[in-house]
């Protein structure tokens, strides 16, 4: 059954019930969109995240928890590479440069044939997949899922 967003406002907020979180485990990856760069509103760090979304469970994620969850391709994860914008920084952006020219090149494996620059390896990332660990991280009363063990498709 659809519902659109103005049905579901007319729910009552005791009828609301926490959603399950996608299970721990190895999943298949696929970057879904452009990696979005942005500024954080300090200004102390520009950011590079590559939006996420699981193709498939492997093996080791429990076919209950995730017959539970639903499909997984409906969750959305990130991974951020943060780059100090202080002058004084220039090692720390040179290994987030080196760890994000790696996970490009490595772990994504983007066509770079022509030795291409970062920002053409970005625009040419999405739809590449690899393997990663959901991993909960638990913030209070919320669960979120990280994404970690990153590791090229064979």
Known sequence: ??????DALDTRVS??????????????WRVSKVPVISTSKSGEWDIVEFPLRPVSAESDVDPEEL?????????????????PTAADKINDRKRTRFSLTRF??????????????????????????FLGVATWNQVNDNVYVEVKHWAPLD
Request: charged share 20%; net charge negative; proline share 6%.
């Open 1 to 6: 059954m659809a519902m659109n967003f103005a």
């Open 15 to 28: 009828d609301v019930d926490k959603p399950p979180v996608l299970p721990q485990g190895t999943y298949i």
């Open 67 to 83: 017959a539970e969850f639903g499909d997984p391709s409906s969750e959305f994860s990130r991974i951020s590479f943060m780059f």
């Open 104 to 129: 490009l090149t490595e772990i994504l494996r983007v066509e770079n044939e022509d030795n291409g620059t970062l920002k053409e390896l970005l625009a040419n990332a999405v739809g590449c997949q």
